[in-house]
């Protein structure tokens, strides 16, 4: 079965090189851990980042690209974001304002292009893995050309780990 997603579509058609990894199978609605993903991928957990959707008091939504194990700083997010305040969008909404179901969100090929801030921490990587915009299917790819098929900024987003 080849599996073609909008998200590589749009890598493809920029000329961007990407590598598709699958963690499959997967069962309806299973949530695999980043240990469970990172040992079926053979790819370290720390390379593997998640999408999150968030809306600032404007109005507006932005994607924060952040490990997959961190929690976002909303605050720090918002700061870089020019925002008085953000917060996390409702998953309900997800598919409707992103065109990606929970799971499966990927930073590349959304409906329409939002403001994107990926963690300062990609930047030491190799390589990190996104999710390809269909659950149980991954993209691995260099960071810079990530963020700059997004058009992202990258920052410090984290909440620190205490």
Request: with cysteine; net charge neutral.
């Amino acid at each position: 079965m080849s599996v073609k997603t909008n998200a590589m579509r749009q890598l493809d058609k920029a000329r961007i090189s990407y590598q598709m990894v699958d963690y499959l199978p997967l069962k309806e609605e299973e949530e695999l851990s980043y240990d469970e993903i990172s040992a079926r991928t053979g790819v370290p957990k720390e390379n593997i980042y998640k999408t999150i959707l968030a809306v600032g008091h404007s109005g507006s939504y932005c994607v924060l690209v952040v490990p997959g194990e961190a929690s976002v700083d909303l605050k720090k997010a918002a700061k870089v974001l020019g925002e008085k305040s953000i917060e996390l969008a409702d998953v309900r909404d997800l598919e409707k304002i992103t065109g990606y179901v929970r799971g499966g969100c990927s930073p590349v090929g959304m409906k329409k292009q939002f403001r994107t801030v990926i963690d300062q921490t990609a930047g030491t990587k190799e390589y990190i893995m996104v999710s390809a915009g269909k659950r149980g299917f991954q993209l691995r790819l260099v960071p810079n050309d990530l963020i700059s098929f997004v058009k992202g900024s990258v920052a410090d987003i984290c909440a620190d780990m205490d």
